[in-house]
């Protein structure tokens, strides 16, 4: 039998982290599962991004929710599945007083419960690499953790195919997908329930349906750095400019006087969308980044001046001397404006629905996002 003359209990279109979700929480509820891409191997934000699966820094509520949630479903499946959890935790510092502020006004909410405040003497605990005496503070959570993506989202796929023998269909583009039937590049195929995960694709598959949210795309600039050494205690870093863009601390009251301090000095920083995650890999490499840019086709140009910006925030937090980019990328992904507009779960039809994440939170998020759609298609 071929992949395409069985028939199956759900179909997914879109391999990324978001359809492979899906395909996770429907095999663990026993169901026959086909994942249909287009392309070879995976090649989408999901694994372009830091894998960085964060909680502490989401928009309160049902995002922080579903990033607590999800971080715990890639902590169940990490050994089973050979995907190594690279880091731990979250160290995002205060440069300023005024962010120091901000993570006090965090550790008030619900969501600080587990968290803490470092004091800048403290903060060599975390590593040798920071600026730890010109820092106003940090704040720790333990709840993150990270994977490589480049090797943990094949590896996920690889992993579903051997444990819960989801089918997967490569190198097929999905012409139309309505339950029964998906209309596909090597003929039709027949599931009785079809999500479409299509990422920031718009209008390749109801196309119709996705013009009423008003979606974008985002493009962000990424860095590969080598430094001379990363010392092993470091976790995943943040730092002011991620303040007022992460909604878990930018919808407090007290990430205004950040915002207003950081538009004066700042300024070119925050017109390139520009903030600084840094995280570690296994060859002592630090995946560092990001800028946005908004557009509905983003250009596929990645001047250096914004890598610049990216590059000077990095040298304002990390110690020594500027480390070498031995790798450069760009990824995008679909993004709408609204700050409740997180995430859409679209129902045209019984037993269909498009799933998009809609807010660059994908690898944080989709375990739990899946599981929410499949027990309400199936239950
Ligand atoms: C640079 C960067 C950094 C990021 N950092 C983080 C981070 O640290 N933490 C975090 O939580 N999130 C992060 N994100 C966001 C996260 O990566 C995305 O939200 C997530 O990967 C989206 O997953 P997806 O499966 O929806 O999309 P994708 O990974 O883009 O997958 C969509 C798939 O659908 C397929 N497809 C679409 N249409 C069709 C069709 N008609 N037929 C067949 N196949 C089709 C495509 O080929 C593609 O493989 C980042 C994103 C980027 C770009």
Known sequence: ???TSQSYDLAV??????????????ARRGKRVLVVDRD???????????????????????????????????????????IPIVQRGLL??????????????????????????????????????????????????????????????????????????????RETMVHSASPPRLETSRGPIEAEAIIVCPGDDFSSLHAERLAQYGL???KLHMLRLRPQRVDERLPPVMSDLGMIRYLGYAELPAAQALRVRLEAEQREHIDAGV?????????????????????ATPDPFAPTAVDDLI??????????????????????????????????VDAPC????????????????????????IAELFD
């Open 1 to 3: 039998m071929t992949p």
């Open 350 to 373: 019984e037993g269909l629905r498009i799933v998009l994440i809609t807010s660059g939170t994908g690898a944080s998020t989709s375990f739990a996002i899946a599981e929410e759609v």
């Open 92 to 169: 995002t510092i205060a440069r300023r007083a005024e962010a120091r502020a901000v993570i006090e006004a965090f550790l008030q909410t619900d969501m600080g419960a587990e968290c803490r405040l470092v004091e800048p003497r403290e903060l060599i605990n975390y590593g040798s690499d920071l600026r730890s005496d010109e820092f106003a503070g940090a704040l720790y959570s333990p709840h993150e953790a990270r994977v490589e993506s480049r090797e943990a989202i094949p590896q996920l796929a690889a992993w579903l195919g051997e444990r819960f023998q989801v089918t997967f269909l």
């Open 216 to 218: 974008t795309r985002c």
């Open 275 to 295: 903030h600084l995650i840094a995280v570690r890999s296994a060859d002592g490499t630090l995946v560092v980044g990001d800028s946005h840019h908004y557009a």
């Open 40 to 82: 070879a191997q995976a090649n989408g934000a999901s694994i372009r991004n830091f894998g960085f699966i964060t909680v502490t820094g989401q928009q309160a509520g049902a995002c922080w929710r579903r990033a607590k949630r999800s971080v715990e479903v890639w902590l169940e499946i990490a050994e089973a599945a050979k």
């Open 311 to 344: 590059l000077d925030e990095y040298s304002h937090v990390f110690a020594g001397a500027r480390p070498q980019v031995v790798e450069r990328w760009i990824g995008t992904y679909a993004y709408a404006s609204a700050s409740d507009r997180l995430m859409l």
């Open 13 to 26: 279109v879109g391999a990324g982290i978001c359809g492979l979700a899906h395909a996770l929480a429907a």
